[in-house]
């Protein structure tokens, strides 16, 4: 997208760069933030979906082609900031105190993925794809979740268990997605040896960089002291790299920032890492991230109505039998159990960016991102509404949610 200027002022024209391209869409995301948030019951982040709409191909078309790939860099900051956040839930000797909640997480993930498979399949889906978009719907919008989390400055059982059922269910979907793609790929031209050498490498080479980057991490942590400013500068920054490594190496960056936090937070025996309030900071990249969510939605999705249905329907089916199962053992009031299920209504937008980064499965790719898209529509737009929602009735957010 270009301007040309007359020859007297300037020969050559005037093109967007990433400090115009930054200032300007947080100043729309801002102003479209602040105005749905002026219902309690409306988070700002669904101001930026919408927003990122109307900037979007689906609206005026200023978010699109060039200027969306160059906002995505943005966007990427920000997933990985939100998955080191929510990463860092996962505490293995709570979760081993918290047996009941691990069950939770494994059951509906199975039944997620069985319900959404059968259903999707007895609507005449491709077997290979109902498959796909089974394992899809496993994971919670961590991005979502941790918002709202921040926005009501929500603490308390029903949020921490969002939280770790939330990071843990996405790490499921990751990981059985990897492995079930090089199955269901069987359009694609691409020889099997090299899908499954594909699959090998992305979930190896991601658990690997994220173990490097802890070990560059904590002795920098030990060195720099628990002074609270020098650590939020070191995690920004070794986060920041980290994502340059995984884009350098094609690797996914939500499996190996999500798994990069889980190793901070239980292996580091002397709490050298304090845990950091990112804020303001984070703020700037959550509002790119969602107006870029918002620019790839395609209103035109939502024709394929009944098969987002039977997702959207299935995974709550699954998400709420789960719940429910386990709430007595887990210690959960039914009107808790019931705002749980609530709150993990939205579905993960890392499908959609899962097969986006997925250039070995151009057919699948293809066949399947219709129905991926007109789930994240629904999803997104219904589910931070959803999600703040549960929260406050919980208690654990306080009485209204947080202004900035």
Not at 267 to 284: C, K, N, P, R, V
Not at 319 to 336: D, E, T
């Amino acid at each position: 997208m270009s301007w040309t200027l007359p020859s007297f002022l300037l020969a050559q024209p005037v093109q967007w760069n990433a400090l115009l391209l930054f200032g300007s869409l947080l100043l729309f995301g801002l102003i479209g933030g602040h105005v749905v948030s002026k219902n309690p019951w409306v988070p700002r982040i669904t101001g930026y979906l919408l927003t990122g709409a109307l900037l979007g191909a689906g609206g005026l078309n200023w978010l699109s082609g060039d200027v969306l790939r160059m906002a995505h860099l943005f966007a990427d900051i920000a997933v990985a900031l939100v998955m080191y956040q929510l990463g860092r839930y996962v505490d293995i000797g709570w979760l081993r105190r918290e047996k009941w909640l691990v069950a939770t997480v494994f059951i509906g993930a199975v039944l997620c993925f069985v319900l959404v498979w059968v259903l999707l399949e007895w609507l005449g889906t491709a077997r290979p794809l109902a498959m796909l978009a089974g394992v899809l719907a496993i994971g919670t919008a961590p991005a979502v979740v941790m918002v709202v989390v921040r926005d009501l400055n929500a603490e308390g059982h029903v949020t921490r268990r969002l939280a770790a059922m939330t990071a843990l269910n996405n790490l499921l979907a990751l990981l059985a997605a990897y492995l079930l793609l090089p199955v269901v790929a069987a359009k694609d031209t691409t020889p099997a040896t090299t899908l499954i050498a594909h699959t090998l490498y992305s979930l190896c080479g991601s658990l690997l960089l994220a173990y490097l980057t802890y070990r560059l991490m904590m002795p920098l942590a030990r060195w720099l002291g628990r002074e609270r400013s020098r650590q939020f500068v070191l995690v920004i920054a070794v986060i920041t790299l980290a994502i340059g490594v995984a884009h350098a190496f094609q690797l996914p960056v939500l499996l190996s920032m999500l798994a990069f936090a889980i190793l901070s937070k239980n292996l580091d025996y002397q709490y050298d890492l304090m845990e950091l309030e990112f804020g303001i900071a984070t703020e700037l990249f959550i509002i790119m991230l969602f107006l870029t969510i918002g620019a790839s939605m395609r209103l035109t999705d939502v024709t394929i109505f009944v098969s987002v249905a039977a997702v959207i329907g299935a995974r709550s089916v699954a998400m709420f039998c789960s719940i429910f199962a386990f709430a007595r053992p887990s210690k959960l009031k039914w009107n808790q159990a019931a705002l749980l299920t609530l709150g993990s209504l939205p579905m993960v937008e890392a499908g959609l960016g899962l097969i986006q980064d997925s250039y070995l499965y151009p057919h699948t790719v293809a066949d399947i991102m219709p129905l991926l898209a007109g789930t994240l529509i629904v999803s997104e737009l219904l589910g931070p509404i959803v999600t703040q929602f549960a929260l406050i009735k919980s208690g654990d957010s306080g009485h209204e949610p947080r202004r900035e």
